[in-house]
């Protein structure tokens, strides 16, 4: 079987398996929305050495949403639940699962996508045990050591707390953190602020 041949055949499998077991797939990545929440995995693989990442993560839905809003792009709410995992402007998820292992056998890999499924679908029941709203996750992300500042402004502004947004977006810029997106002249901070002073005026 060439590294084509293997390739092809494993993310075949992965669509195949998720899709039987409740998962949406497209291109690279699997994903579904359950209590108000959006999981998302990607996969990648080296043919060559068989080597495989799987890549977890999940946020509130309603934070594309006001993502959306606060930049002025409310028709992308219309779009296809897929887009909250790659399109060019959204909130990122926050990773909880991030591994790779090397594939025992790449022409029969169902054995060990279901086991590649089993962990997700664990991983998922526990995060959902633990974070059951934006609050919730708002407390888990600002303790990450990489903080989704993006996420945190936004969700910031879904509760109306308006002076800690506009705190963490001085904070961003004091440590020149980049927000990530640029909007011709105004990057996201500068729409965060005009949304803020529009709705509040």
């Not at 990545?29 to 359950?34: A, D, G, M, P, Q």
């Not at 591994?99 to 664990?122: G, T």
Request: one cysteine or more; charged letters at 30%.
């Amino acid at each position: 079987m060439t590294n084509k041949e293997k390739e092809k055949l494993f993310f075949k499998t992965i669509k195949e398996i998720f899709k039987a077991n409740g998962w949406k797939f497209k291109s690279y990545f699997v994903f579904k929305s359950l209590d108000d929440f959006f999981f998302d995995c990607s996969f990648s693989m080296d043919p060559k050495e068989n080597k495989v990442w799987v890549d977890l993560g999940f946020k509130p839905m309603i934070l594309d949403d006001v993502f959306w809003d606060i930049t002025e792009m409310p028709d992308n709410k219309k779009m296809p639940l897929s887009f909250r995992s790659n399109a060019a402007f959204m909130i990122d998820s926050f990773r909880i699962l991030d591994y790779h292992f090397v594939l025992e056998d790449a022409e029969n890999p169902a054995k060990e996508i279901l086991q590649i499924l089993h962990r997700i679908d664990e991983k998922v029941k526990e995060t959902l045990n633990t974070v059951k709203n934006t609050r919730d996750y708002l407390n888990c992300i600002a303790k990450d050591d990489r903080p989704l500042y993006n996420s945190i402004i936004t969700t910031h502004i879904y509760h109306k707390e308006y002076e800690m947004a506009k705190q963490q977006i001085a904070y961003c810029r004091e440590q020149e953190i980049c927000s990530g997106y640029g909007f011709g002249k105004y990057d996201f901070y500068d729409m965060a602020e005009k949304h803020i002073r529009r709705i509040t005026k």
